[in-house]
Structure formats: structure tokens, C-alpha cells
């Protein structure tokens, strides 16, 4: 016959904690505290099973139920030597609902059932304080009547404000046991009022109608949609926690409490919790009274008068040192526990694994390790990787005050204050002068490099997680918020609008890139420090670890950040980054602006000898690595000159008229860029270009084995190939400028020519482009936007609205999307290597730096991911934890 | 032994039709008119397994070759009564290659070899004629030296010009036997001074060295290139024919002549063709002598005073009617021959399957399937659907004098003349004032809609084959020639510039939207006409056909043009179309540029009726017949107000300011307006817009109904749906839609909820997606755009050059790319049908009148395509051949 009841308390238990499913959570955490033999408050669990067969049986109870529960409840009453609607020593309980995750719409708690005109008295003489028992037998009507009987909770308060004005008082605490008595009465009437039935007096009747309610609350309609949205099946249903009541507010030998078993904050191995006498434990939540440290140690430290709990109560104070050890042990994690002490006694209310910043959680990993309470490939998976970006970057002083101005994209973390300035020369001038610039542009395009360069942290009203504001900032580690639209930025005014303020130029405000929130004024920040546990951590992941880890880097302070970090080479070397400098992007300019082969050949024998002494110190840097360079992919707006000044320049350096200038800006003008032509396109219609890349290329690395005698062998990657005829033609154009090289030179250079893997045409046909590509890597972020048919750059717009409905999980530009893009990664992945077995796979989108992105990397079989410098631990740390759950 | 040599002559031949392969196109017909016992100057065929043979062998020939050549050469002298070097009755020979398919590069012919300073003595006599000879000879000697010995032909030509100043004459007639004899020698000596060897004088080494040039000719950068780019396997070969020469121009007894066995242009059954009288095939190509009808009944039709050869030589012309209609009842199919009369001897030359008109096809087809020659099935198969194009629009006179000013995009077919305006507003006036106005524009936008109407043609600078303008002309059957980027408009000045000319506003132009050419002027037109046997052959092809054929409509114009046409209803109704109209602009961009719900509402309510009334006119003309609407997909940039005047207009309706509109405008700009907020991306963000149009197909429904009993069950489709979670809502919508349209109607409305499959995304999804979507409909316009991350509008600019360039075959926007898109769309339709078995697919883009994209559609199991009403006839020819290729 299936156990629809499990019963725990008196040092034993039915469930265990491994039966979360059955019991829910909440149930199986308490049933396994129980079996450990922990004070626990005796009670049963009503399994999920009782739901699923409620909903499956129009809404009715199966026939054993009844007596099943009644058995139950006649142990508790056995442990605890009261009896249910005894008047005498009446038991109380708690009533709970448990599904096996948390889930908002779900009936929470009822407490104190079993209350009645007759058992209040009881509870008084228990208690010693009638108004103590009236009190919570209000409280109990109140709660059940609003959440079981569906009566409004304004009419109750009301009721409660009517009686202080008609006493002159204007504390719930200057109301007596009278006064809670007639509010009682009346409380009563409400509920017949509203629903012409009464408030049952029964506790049996109590206790169904709870249980009821937790099961009926399953199909709210919240319920209902947050599972849709979470993909919780239906199936699942809730259990019911049914728990004998404890006091802690029975006088001075009663208490309530919250502890961690380690610091929380530092992670430090100390005992670590507050507590009050003569409370419940919404009093310790609500802030009214002020707490007391469980610990003499913790009192010292926050230099308070008040007496510790091991000072006050010091045996009940020993029980649960000794409890809160177990449970650490038993668990072997930080456990945040609820504890309440009734009458001198120790009970136990609930344990669950605590949260933690990174810093604590990396201390605590590593050092529960050491201990031997956990091995170290667990403890390199009880790290969440994206954690990791707080301590890579300063954070906001958590206790430090603060004004919020606006809310934007989270794109690029770290937390930075500084003047407000909205032009890039001016950023860069005020640097210069020693001031901290704080760059803020409706959206930022090539031109603005050295000013975002300068600042210290950069805002845009416009763009994506994706945008170019986005990814150079995060490239140059800078903090960044994106795309935030509800700053209105007034250039000639000299100043923005948000949150109801006027900011202007030169007045401070203060970035927090990891959660994208702007705020007034300077917030005082903390440093990052990276711990000797991170590095320990780290080396363990690395051990474990199958992926390699590249970074995304053009410059040489970027790629020396990333061998810092330890990258193990660079996934992508966006050349047209390098042409964003304001001696560049004339020639860049100029070259785009030509109208035939001859002026494109004069502009970019002005930009060989710099990429060549480019490619030359990125070798240099990291030497011993693999670097991939990308060939040139200009979102072609972002080169075009903008501004009569910008058309001028060209204009003189070109020996063209402005009208000239103008005319061929606007036929290049185009009406979606990303669409456009770009990437290996402009290099079919424009060869020369390309051929200027390859040859700087291998001049540089010919050059440096001159110099050190080191064979770097460049991997050369052609972006936006959608044919195999494309990518024929750009191997011949490379093979034949490396053949060009070797033959000035005397010297072959070893190199391989590779795809981006960015439009879905190119991953269906992986199998053929495999034929002349020699690796592949894929540019998720444009594989994404195609995929998709959604521009990073526009979908700022609506895709804030789309994650809010739940129609999107996850923003797909940050967080790959496995199901659609990923099919697509899987599909490439097997077609290519099918052609060419064994052959490179990488990615290097932004996904690179996300840990959900990077385990599926390593369940796709790819050998590498490539992000940006700073989110290098964090893929170091997910790839290890991917090959960790994986094995 | 492999048989490397096929002879043919005398009535019997080695080879047969069937053997194309082996011995070539040319090869094979020669063999086959010998074994049908047709006079065929006696020759053989050197197999293409020699070529083969040659390159895998380091260019070396087979050991028995020599023997086989030798063997084949004596059969000829047998045949012929001549032998090869024989200064008495010389043999000569052609000498052409012949591949499987004809291909540039290759060599092409030799004629009079065999010829030597001995066997020109033997012509000489033979033919009564020393000048004949030595004409003959000098010939060969220029012919051979140039493709077989390399020797540049400018050089042979400048000496008979020297020849000619030195005589004082001018034409090559003037010169006499002396004249040839002397150059004959002087050609002679150019060949020895310019390659250091003499000129082959033996015949044997004549024949080695012309087989030789044409294997040689296999491997040209030419011939490789264009095999590489047509993907024409080297391992082909060619092969190569030689063919005892036959002379027309041996006086007044022989002749020369081309003829069809029907009239190629209009397909009546009637022998035609022209002869000259003592000439060379050469000559009749050449005009300088006016060549002679071979029929009486063809003299009469040309006035003409010259005899017919039925006339001047009965005999012979008895044969020759013979032998065609023997050849087209062999062939099944009109013939084009080519023939020679040797004094008062008929020689066939060539047979093959005639060139002829779309309207000669449809009539020969039909008719020969009358006449029992070929069966009704493949009289569908005859015709290529692409061709029709010229039967439903003008074209131009063949014979008319034009003057090319540009070239486009042949965007929309049929040619038309009319003066030239720059303005929508004005074509509209001039059209009114019975003017035939072509618009001119940089590119169309909604508000040019009444213009574009008004206009007889349309012709822009810059866009591709989906462009506004393209897309909105075929949709109203208006010839348009798009993207012309040779045409400068300036339209401050009111003049556009192309090819030299300057065209002023009212100047008049004529434009032949098939080709995508602009003339100068009026160039004069035919009109179209559907003859009875184009009704006949649609018949059979539908009865043939698998696939229904819809048509992509959404005025009332055009849904009864389609009907005409034989569409079997509306595949895709593009709602947004319906509100470019003048009237409608204004509510539809107040709509988006208002704030808030409260200012969308209020201008959807103004759209509602007009809506109402646009479905229930759609659903009246479509009785009987399915009809697809498509919910608003507007790209968002197409409706934006743009100049002051536009911005007023909705500052006015709205009662906001100026700098409100202009400011919400700018907030709504895009940077890749494709991929922006568009589709069913504006109904997640404002239902109320999709609430709208849903109501009104319900009401209209509803109405109808009313009305006329019939109960429409109309398809509403969404569009750009990526994910589940979007279709989901959209689904609850339009069903929230239809029950309250019920509620207040007491009417249930019978309907179906689909989507689009345009996102890489959504076919890979496709099996979810489908589970609430009823059925997919592949709009293979925006699925090419993403597949291939390439914008329609954008990728004019370098379209042309990847087609140039063979990086491209087709324009992936014209014609399905099958490899790409084409899995897509497999992996859609397989996965959809999974989840929904048996559910309706179809196929919406430009793509759905394709006739390779059609055959597409059929193998891959689609249930309909639909297509701009004037390609309805293409699409059921296309889906009735494909029915039948396929079986």
C-alpha cells in the first residue's frame, strides 16, 4: 500500500533527505535532521504524491488519507504529551507547504492551528500570559482566514486600527489581552460576514482545510505560470508539512535564532549567527529589536553590550554548537540554519546549504577540502563561476549608501566612479589631467576609442549586451552599462537626464557594470583581491579541465591581462580593432572610401608596416601559444566618416572633393549593416585588403623567428564565409601571399587558414567548407543574430520586455542558446570533423565567458573557448567544472 | 579492346544517339543520322575515353590508336572515292571537337585539311575552280596555324590587307587564284618565321596536329575555369570529330542552308528556313547575300523575288523535306538542320533540337501531342515555365531600334514606355491627365504606394530583387527594372544621368523589366497573348501536378488577376501592404509612434473597419479557396515618418510636438531594421496591434457568412516566430480573438493558426513550434536573408559580383539555394511533421515562382507554393513537370 504520510521527530524519521521528491524539500530536510537524532519539533509530511493523485481524482483525497494523517498526528502527540484540541495541554502545529523547489503563488504558512475558544485557555495557562495566548490565536485567525478562507487581510488590520483609535494607543504593543480577546470575537465575525459560513472551530476541520489549501494553491494561476516559465512539470505537485509549534517567545529562557556554520562574507571557519530572548522568529527578520551575536568572539567584533547567547544561555549555547558542527559534517557544506530555544529548550527549525559571496565560497571550498569533508573536484563544482567577475573587479561597499539613477545592461563588470564627460577628447584631456572620466555616449563608435580608452567607465543610453561599447569596454576591462534607455543624454545641453535628476558635465556618478545600475554621486568601492584559495582553486579546475582557454585580445596590454589570467592563447584577434586609433582610422578611411583598386592599395600600404608590428608584439606576448587572427570584418558603418570634420579629413588625405566624399559615404551606406557587405565579401569584391593582412602577417612572424628563432605558426581566420567558394578563394589569396613571403624572405612559415563558423549556411555546409578550412571557430555572436534574425544592436529594445514575459530565459547574446544555435555548433562540429577528422574547434562569441555556454562547449566536443581577458578565470573555472560533471 | 574510334557514313555507324558520353554531342547526332541511312559525309569519332586516356597517360595517346584512325581514314576513302594526300582526288577533312555539352575555350573546328601544295591541284581540278583551291587552301593554312599551331590570325590578315592596297582593290572578291596562290605561299612563310618550323605539309601530320590541339583545348585556363564553374567534371573529356569536307560553293548546282522543321517563332507546323546558292555555310551566317526561302509558300510570305529552293532545285528540296520530317519524327522534337548541296548531292550536316519562342514552345508541344509524336506528359515537360514570363507581359519588339542607357535588376517583367517622374504625387497627376509615367526613384518607400500605381513601369537606383519596389511591382503586375546603380538620379535637379545621356523629368524611356534594361525613348512593344494551347498545356499540367499553387495577393486587384491566373488562393496576404495606401499611413505610423497602449489603441480602432472590409473583399473574391493572412510584419524603418511634412501630419493626429515625434522616431530607428523589432516581436511588446487584425478576419469571416452562407476558414499566420514561447502566446491570442468575435456574434468561426518558418531558428525548432502551430508556411525571402546573413536590400552592391565571379551561381534571392536554405526547410518540414503528421506546408517567399525552386517544393513534400499573381501560370507549369520528373 503506497505511504502517502511520513512522520519524523523523537530522534527518528520515515524519509530521508534523499526523498526531496516525494516529500518536497522542506519535508526531507526536516525528516533527515530528525534522523539524526537533532531536536526537531515533531510532525509528518503529506507526500507529493497525495497532490498528484488529488488532481487526478477530481480534486479528492485518496480513501487511506485520513487515516494515515490521524495516526500521524497521534504520534506527535505522543512526542510532545499534548493532544489536539486538548483544552488542557492543547497541541498546536504548524501548517506548510513543500514542493520540491520553492515557487512563488504557492500557499506559504499557517501558524499556531489548533487555536479555539477552548484550547486558547490552555495555551494561556501554558504560556502563563493571557495575552500572549489571545495574541497568537488572533494572529492564527487572521492568517487562516486570509490564506485558506480567501478573506481580505485589510479588513483584519482595519479592525485592529479601529481599536487603537477608540483606546488612544498607537502600538500593537499597547494593546492588551482584552483588547486581543474582543479583536478576536471580531475577527470571527468578519470571516462570517464575508463568507456566511464560520470560522471553524475544529481543529480537525483546521487542519483539512489547511492542507486543502496548500494542494488547491498548486493551480493558482501564479503557480501555474511560474512552472510554465520554469519549465517545472505539473506532475511534480507539493507535499505538506504539518509540525508541532514551538515558542520562542515564552520568556526569558526562550529565544529565536539564525547562524551560518562559516562566515558567509570571508568564508572564515567561524561559528557565526544572531539571535533574540523572548522572540519569534519574524521578530529577528523584521529589525525592530537589535539582534544579539550567538558568539563571545562575534560580540567582540562588533563592539556591542549586549550579552552573546554563549554568555546568556551557555548550555542551550553548547548544544548547538555541537548540532550546527554536525550538520556541517553531515552535509559537508556551509549550512545556514534556524533554530528556536522554547523554555530553555533546543529546537531545531530548518538547515539548507547557506549562501556566500565568491570570496567565502572559494575559502570555503578549498579549505573544506583541505579538511578532507569534501575532495577537490567538488570543490571546484561548489563555485558558480560567474561569481567569479566580483572578485576580478572592484565591487560597491555593500554598506555604503546610495542613490540610484537608472538601470541599464550589465556590460562589462566592475564598479567605478568619476566626472561625467561626454565627449572622447574631452574624457581623454581630463585624464590626462589626473581625473577620473566616466565617458557617457548615446552609443560609442570607432572614433570614441581613445576617450573610452581614457575613462574609467563608459554609459550608453543605447546598444546591446553586444554593442560596440559593450565589447571594446569588457575587451579593455572596463566597466561599462549599455543600453541604458532611461538616461537621456542631451549633447548640446552638455548634460543627461535620469531618475528625476540632471546630471552635467563634470558631476560625479558611479558605474556598477556587473549589475548595470548607474548612481549619483562617488559610492565608495571595495578593491579586488584575489585570495591564495583562488589560485589554489584554479589549479585544480585547470587539472580537471578538458577545454583550453584562449582570450579575445588585439592589443598588447589586452593579451598580457590574458596571459595573466591564464589564457592559453588568443581565440581571436579582431584586426579591425586595430584600426580604430585615431592615426588608423583615416587610412582605414581612406581605404574604404577609394573608388578603385589603385587609391585601396595606397591606403593600405599606409597600414602595413602597423599591422605587421601588431601581429609582431601579439607573437611576442604570447609566445609559446597559438594565436588566431581574424581577418578584417568592418561592420562597414562603424569605419564610415560621420561628421563634415571626419569627410574633410578623407577629403584632404585623398585629394577628393567633399562632394565626392559624400556621395560614395552615402552609396556605402547601408540599410542593415550586419547583413551587409562585410567580412570575407568586402575581400572577394576587394582582394587587396586581405592580401595586406596575410602578407603583415607573415612578415611579422617570419621577422620574429629572425629575431628569436621562434616558429610561430599563425592560425589565419576568414569571418562571414557562407560558400565553400569563399572560402577556396581566400585560402588561394593567403596560400599565395605566404608563398609571396617565403619567397622574399627565404623563410616558410608554418600557418593554418580557418573559418569562423557565424552564419547558420556556413554550419549546415561544414561539411565541404571543411575541405579547405583547417579549423574552424565559431562566432557565436553573429551565428546568434542570424539564427535568431535578431540584431544585437536593436534588441535592446524589446528583449528586456521578452526575458520579463518569460517568452526568452536567458538574453541568447550572453547566454548561448543551446537548443537552436547550439544545434547549429553540434551540426558543424560533426560535419567538419567528419571531412576533416580531428580538426581544431573553438568559439569565440562572448559566450566564451559564460559557464553555461562553456559546459556546453565541452559537451559539444570543441577544444577551446575564446573570451575576453578578464573572464578568463571564469571559463577556466566552468570548462573544469563541465569536464568534472560530465566524468 | 576498348574501341577508340566509332565510324559513321554509308548509311550505318559504329555509334548511336544514345552515346553522347562516349563520343560527344556532335558525335553521337552524326551517328545517328548515318545509321538512319541520311546522307552524312562519311567520318569518325575519336572517343572522349581517348581524352581521358591522354591525361592519365602524360599526354600520350592509346597504342592502337594510331591503327584505329588509320582504319576509319580508309573507310572514308572507300566511301568517298578519294584518298587522303592523293594530289589526283584528294580527301579533306574537318577536324571539331565535340564534348558531351558545348563549352567555351574549347577549340572549335578545321576545315580543308588535307590540303598541301599536291592535293590544291586535285581541288583545283575537281572543282573546276583554281581560285576555289587555292582560296580553299590559304584558308585551312590561316585556320590551322591560328588554333592548332598557336600563330597570331592578325598577322594573316594584315598581309591580305597588303595584298589588297598593292592591287588596289578593297574586297577580298577581288582577289583572283594568282593573288591566294602568292599569299598561300606568304602564309607559309609567316608560320615558319614565327615558329621556327615549316607548316605541316603532309596531310597524316595535318590530322595529328589538329586531334592533338583539340585534347590539348580540354585543359585551356578557359575551358577549366568555365567546367569549375559549371561543374562539369574534368574526367568528361572531349571528343573529336573528323568528317569528309562537302562543298556548297561548287557552283550553281550546290547550295547551303539552315532550316526548322517548324516555324520557331510561332510554332506552326511549317518546314523553314533559307539557302544561298553556290556559298558556304559561312556565308548564309554572315549576310552579306541575302539568303532564299526554301518554300515557295516562305518566298510568298516575304515578298521576296528570289527562288525558293522548292522552286530552283525541286529534286534536291524533295529530299531535303524528306529528310526533316524524318528527323522530327526520329527526334520527337523540331529540328534545326543544317545542310549542304555538293553539286546536286544533299549532305546533312547537323540535326538538333531547334531554339524557338515561349509561344512556338507551348504550340509545338501541344500539337505534337496531338499528332500522337510525344505524349501529353511530356508536350508539359517541353516547355520551360521560366519562359512564360513573356507571354503574360508586353515585350519588346525584337525588330526595334533602341539605344541602352543602363542595365538592373530584371525585377519585374514586361516592357513598357512612358515619361519619366520623380514623384509619386506628380506620376499620380500626369497618370490621371492620361499620361504613361515610368517612376523614378533611389528606392520606394509606402508612401510612393499611389505612385508606383499610378505608373506604367518603375525603375530605382539602389535595392535588389526584394526590394520595396520590386516586391510591391510584381505584386501589381508593373514592369520594373530595380537597382540600376549605372543611373544617377539628382532629383533637385529633376534629371537622372545613365550611359551618357541626361534624362529630364517628362523625358521618355522605355523599361523591359524581364532583362532589367532601360532604353532611351519609345521603344515600340508587342502585347501579350495566351493562345488556346497555352490553356491546353496548363490543363495537362495541372493534372500532372502534386503541388497547389497559390498566390501572394493582398488588393483586391491582385487576388483577381491571381484567380485568373488559375491560383487556388492566397498563400500569403501581407497585411502590412494593406496599409500603405495614403489614408491608412497616418494611422499606422501614429500607432507606432505612440507612447502607450491608450495611443495604439486609439489609432488601431481607425484601422479596424478599413481591415474589416479588406478581408471580408479577399475572402469574397477567394471563395471556395483558402486565404492566408499574415499578421503585421512591417519593417519598422518602412513606416517611420521621415520629412517634416510626414512628422507634422502625425504631430497633428496625435497632438503631439514635433520634437515628440521626432523624437520617438529616432528612438525607433534601427540600425539592422531587419532584424529588429518587427513580427510577432511588436505583438509580445503590444498585442493590442495583432488583438486588432485578428478581429477583424473574424468579424469579416463572420460577416461573410451572414452575407452568403459560405463559411471561409481563413489561415492566420504569424510571422518571424524563433521560439515556442512566442507561438504560444500568439496562439492564445488570436484564439482569445476569435471566441470573443464569437461571443458577440453567436457565430464560431472555423480557423487555423500558423507561422512563418523565416528564422534559421524556427526550422531548427520546428518540431515544437509546431506543436501549436497548425501549419508552416516558409517565407524563404527573410530565411535566405539569415541563412546566408545577407540583407536582399543590401547585397546588390556585391551580388553581381559573386555571380561574376561563379562565387555564386544564382542569385540565392531568385532561386532557392537548395544546399542551404533548402536543408532548412527539409529539416523543418520533416520535424514539423513529427510533432503535427499530415500538417500543411507551403512556401511564400519570391521563391514560390521560381521553376527550380518549385521542383524544391515538390521533392521536398510541401503541399502548395504561392507566389506574386503574374508567376501563378510558372508555378503550375514548374509543379507539373516536377510531378512528372519526379514519377
Redesign the interface.
Known amino acids: 500500500m503506497t505511504q502517502w504520510v511520513y512522520s519524523f521527530g523523537g530522534g527518528k524519521a520515515d524519509g530521508r533527505s534523499e526523498m526531496r521528491e516525494l516529500l518536497g524539500g522542506k519535508g526531507a530536510n526536516l525528516a533527515e535532521m530528525a534522523s539524526l537524532g537533532l531536536p526537531v519539533p515533531p510532525g509528518f509530511t503529506i507526500t507529493t504524491e497525495v497532490c498528484t493523485n488529488f488532481y487526478d481524482n477530481a480534486r479528492t483525497y485518496p480513501a487511506e488519507l485520513k487515516a494515515a494523517v490521524q495516526a500521524a498526528l497521534q504520534q506527535i502527540e505522543v512526542e510532545t504529551g499534548r493532544k489536539f484540541g486538548d483544552p488542557k495541554a492543547p497541541l498546536l502545529v504548524s501548517v506548510r507547504s513543500g514542493a520540491r523547489v520553492s515557487m512563488p503563488g504557492m500557499m506559504d504558512t499557517v501558524l499556531n492551528l489548533g487555536l479555539n475558544d477552548a484550547t486558547v485557555a490552555g495555551l494561556a495557562a501554558d504560556s502563563g500570559s493571557d495575552r500572549f495566548a489571545w495574541d497568537s490565536y488572533r494572529r492564527f485567525i487572521q492568517m487562516y482566514a486570509d490564506v485558506v478562507m480567501g478573506v481580505d487581510h485589510g479588513l483584519f488590520e482595519e479592525r485592529i486600527e479601529l481599536r487603537k483609535d477608540e483606546k488612544g494607543v498607537y502600538l500593537d504593543t499597547d494593546l492588551d489581552a482584552d483588547d486581543w480577546k474582543a479583536l478576536t470575537e471580531a475577527f470571527k465575525q468578519i470571516v462570517l460576514e464575508a463568507l456566511d459560513t464560520p470560522f471553524p472551530e475544529s481543529p480537525e476541520d483546521q487542519l483539512w482545510g489547511a492542507v486543502g489549501a496548500v494542494f488547491q494553491s498548486w493551480q493558482t494561476q501564479r503557480a501555474v505560470t511560474y512552472r510554465r516559465l520554469h519549465e517545472i512539470p505539473e506532475s511534480w505537485g507539493t507535499a505538506v508539512n504539518v509540525q508541532a509549534m514551538v515558542f520562542g517567545n515564552m520568556g526569558d529562557t526562550s529565544a529565536t535564532g539564525v547562524a551560518f556554520t562559516r562566515d558567509p562574507s570571508t568564508g572564515e571557519k567561524l561559528f557565526y549567527g544572531e539571535f533574540l530572548v523572548n522572540a519569534q522568529g519574524e521578530d529577528v527578520v523584521a529589525g525592530i529589536r537589535t539582534p544579539q551575536s550567538l558568539t563571545i568572539q562575534g560580540r567582540e567584533a562588533q563592539g556591542s553590550d549586549l550579552p552573546s547567547m554563549e554568555e546568556a544561555m551557555p548550555e542551550v549555547f553548547g548544544q548547538l554548537l555541537e548540532v550546527q558542527a554536525r550538520l556541517e559534517r553531515h552535509y559537508r557544506d556551509m549550512q545556514d540554519i534556524e533554530f528556536t530555544v522554547e523554555r530553555g529548550r533546543l529546537w531545531m527549525l530548518q538547515t539548507r546549504s547557506g549562501k556566500r559571496t565568491a570570496k567565502a565560497a572559494i575559502r570555503i571550498a578549498v579549505e573544506m577540502a583541505k579538511e578532507g569533508l569534501i575532495g577537490q573536484d567538488e570543490a571546484v563544482l561548489r563555485v558558480d563561476p560567474a561569481s567569479l567577475d566580483q572578485l576580478l573587479h572592484p565591487m560597491l561597499d555593500p554598506d555604503a549608501e546610495r542613490t540610484l539613477l537608472a538601470r541599464g545592461l550589465p556590460a562589462s563588470p566592475g564598479a567605478v566612479s568619476g566626472r561625467v564627460s561626454f565627449n572622447a577628447d574631452e574624457a581623454e584631456a581630463l585624464s590626462l589631467n589626473g581625473e577620473d572620466v566616466i565617458l557617457v555616449r548615446i552609443e560609442t563608435s570607432p572614433e570614441d576609442i581613445h576617450g573610452m580608452h581614457a575613462a574609467r567607465g563608459i554609459l550608453t543610453s543605447r546598444g546591446g549586451m553586444t554593442s560596440h561599447a559593450a565589447v571594446v569596454a569588457r575587451g579593455m576591462g572596463r566597466p561599462c552599462v549599455a543600453g541604458a534607455g532611461e538616461v537621456r543624454v542631451d549633447y548640446a545641453k552638455g548634460e543627461f537626464r535620469a531618475g528625476g535628476h540632471v546630471i552635467r558635465k563634470g558631476d560625479l556618478v558611479t558605474l556598477d557594470g556587473g549589475q548595470g545600475h548607474i548612481y549619483l554621486g562617488a559610492v565608495p568601492t571595495l578593491k579586488p583581491e584575489l585570495s591564495g584559495e583562488f589560485a589554489e582553486l584554479m589549479v585544480w579546475a585547470d587539472s580537471a579541465r578538458k577545454l583550453a582557454v584562449r582570450a579575445n585580445a588585439e592589443t598588447p596590454t589586452d593579451a598580457e591581462t590574458a596571459r595573466g589570467f591564464g589564457a592559453e592563447g588568443i581565440g581571436l584577434c579582431r584586426t579591425e580593432h586595430m584600426f580604430f586609433d585615431a592615426d588608423r582610422i583615416i587610412a582605414v578611411r581612406e581605404m574604404i572610401m577609394a573608388d578603385d583598386k589603385a587609391g585601396r592599395e595606397a591606403a593600405l600600404a599606409k597600414l602595413l608596416p602597423m599591422q605587421r608590428q601588431d601581429f609582431h608584439d601579439l607573437f611576442k606576448i604570447m609566445s609559446g601559444l597559438p594565436v588566431t587572427i581574424r581577418l578584417l570584418d568592418p561592420p562597414l ?1 562603424e569605419f564610415l566618416p560621420h561628421t563634415d570634420d571626419e569627410m574633410a579629413e578623407i577629403a584632404r588625405v585623398s585629394g577628393k572633393s567633399m562632394d565626392q566624399i559624400r556621395e560614395r559615404a552615402a552609396r556605402l551606406t ?8 562585410r567580412g570575407c ?1 568586402l575581400a ?2 576587394y582582394p587587396e585588403i586581405y592580401e595586406m593582412q596575410a602578407r603583415a602577417i607573415f612578415e611579422a612572424a617570419s621577422a620574429l623567428f629572425a629575431e628569436t628563432g621562434e616558429a610561430i605558426i599563425p592560425e589565419v581566420m576568414i569571418p ?1 564565409i ?2 565553400k ?2 572560402i577556396d ?1 581566400m585560402k588561394v589569396l593567403v596560400d599565395r601571399a605566404a608563398a609571396a613571403v617565403a619567397k622574399e624572405t627565404g623563410r616558410t612559415v608554418e600557418y593554418m587558414v580557418g573559418t569562423m563558423i ?4 556556413a554550419a ?2 561544414a561539411g565541404e567548407i571543411a575541405e579547405a578550412a583547417e579549423f574552424f571557430s565559431f562566432g557565436t555572436n ?1 551565428l546568434t ?7 544585437r ?3 535592446a ?2 528583449l528586456d ?2 526575458i520579463r ?4 530565459e536567458k538574453d541568447p547574446f550572453v547566454s548561448l ?1 543551446q ?3 547550439g ?2 555548433i553540434e551540426i558543424a562540429a560533426e560535419r567538419g570533423r567528419k571531412t576533416r577528422p580531428g580538426m581544431k574547434l573553438g568559439i569565440c562569441g562572448e559566450h566564451g565567458g559564460d559557464p553555461a555556454s562553456v559546459e556546453f562547449c565541452h559537451r559539444a566536443g570543441l577544444d577551446y573557448v575564446s573570451c575576453s581577458p578578464f573572464r578568463v578565470p571564469i571559463a577556466r573555472l566552468a570548462a573544469g567544472q563541465a569536464a568534472l560533471r560530465k566524468s
Open positions: 558603418h547601408e540599410a542593415n549593416p550586419m547583413l551587409g557587405h565579401r572577394i569584391t562571414l557562407a560558400t567558394a569563399e578563394r557565424e552564419l547558420p549556411r549546415l555546409r553573429d543574430q542570424t539564427t535568431f534574425g535578431l540584431s544592436d536593436d534588441a529594445s524589446f520586455s521578452y514575459q518569460g517568452v526568452l542558446d537548443d537552436g544555435v544545434e547549429l
